[in-house]
């Protein structure tokens, strides 16, 4: 198992030539035979948890690698490397997402034919990591009970230009008298076909669905 950490100079040009970068590492995964996931959400969603209760699910049938993007602290790769799973951190300091070009710089060094499989938790943003794309497969955006019920109605690009929406934390739902349903009406009505699954990261009630529907 490893665990690395790359720390992330903004002040370098790893901006510019995004949707090029974003298509370098879309062959590269392909090429190496890689299903990756981008998973974004604000802070305490539960997105790492998320990752966590996945990679129990699947880590007896992938080898797979969590790239963990934060301002600072390898927290979260921490608790993913727990499982088993080898982790790369990024630190990106005041940057508020991940892009192409930083996911290049911290794969730059894996040998990826390792890997069947790769978890990139975002930033803790939900505005941010939406324009940038990072050559992924998937976009999941982690939404939760404990947010309120207007997130969507604030951040309707994200759910835009993901392909799933999860809503996490559904065992407090009913403590807190959260309306899962209103929630749900709000994301079909910035996106109509968009698929929506309601999970507990916790519990794992929903993890089996969501493991089925993105279709490992």
Request: aromatic share 4%; charged share 25%.
């Given at each position: 198992?490893?665990?690395?950490?790359?720390?992330?100079d903004?002040?370098?040009?790893?901006?510019?030539?995004?949707e090029?970068a974003?298509?370098?590492?879309?062959?590269l995964?392909r090429?190496s035979?890689?299903r990756?996931?981008?998973?974004?959400?604000?802070?305490g969603?539960?997105?790492?948890?998320?990752?966590?209760?996945?990679?129990?699910?699947?880590?007896?049938?992938y080898?797979?690698?969590?790239v963990?993007?934060?301002?600072?602290t390898t927290?979260?790769a921490?608790?993913?490397?727990?499982?088993?799973?080898?982790?790369?951190q990024?630190?990106?300091g005041?940057?508020?997402?991940?892009?192409?070009r930083?996911?290049?710089?911290a794969?730059?060094?894996i040998?990826?034919?390792?890997y069947?499989l790769?978890?990139?938790?975002?930033?803790?943003?939900?505005?941010?990591?939406?324009?940038?794309?990072?050559g992924?497969?998937?976009?999941?955006?982690?939404?939760?009970?404990?947010?309120g019920?207007?997130?969507?109605?604030?951040?309707?690009?994200?759910?835009?230009r993901?392909?799933?929406?999860?809503?996490?934390?559904?065992d407090?739902?009913?403590a807190?008298?959260?309306?899962m349903?209103?929630?749900?009406t709000?994301?079909?009505?910035?996106?109509?076909?968009?698929?929506?699954?309601?999970?507990?990261?916790?519990?794992?009630?929903?993890?089996?669905?969501?493991?089925?529907a993105?279709?490992?």
């Amino acid at each position: 198992m490893t665990d690395r950490t790359i720390m992330i100079d903004i002040g370098k040009d790893l901006f510019g030539a995004n949707e090029e970068a974003a298509a370098h590492n879309a062959e590269l995964f392909r090429q190496s035979g890689i299903r990756a996931i981008d998973i974004m959400g604000s802070v305490g969603t539960g997105k790492t948890q998320l990752i966590e209760a996945l990679c129990e699910k699947l880590r007896d049938k992938y080898r797979i690698l969590m790239v963990a993007g934060d301002l600072a602290t390898t927290i979260d790769a921490d608790r993913v490397a727990s499982h088993g799973v080898d982790t790369v951190q990024i630190n990106t300091g005041t940057a508020c997402h991940l892009d192409a070009r930083m996911i290049q710089v911290a794969l730059k060094d894996i040998e990826l034919s390792q890997y069947q499989l790769i978890f990139i938790e975002n930033v803790g943003n939900l505005i941010c990591p939406a324009g940038y794309s990072l050559g992924v497969d998937k976009k999941i955006v982690v939404v939760s009970v404990t947010e309120g019920p207007y997130m969507v109605k604030k951040h309707p690009l994200t759910i835009k230009r993901a392909d799933m929406v999860v809503i996490n934390k559904i065992d407090l739902a009913d403590a807190i008298g959260f309306d899962m349903g209103a929630l749900e009406t709000d994301v079909r009505e910035v996106d109509a076909k968009i698929p929506v699954y309601r999970v507990s990261s916790k519990t794992g009630e929903g993890i089996d669905t969501l493991v089925e529907a993105l279709d490992f």
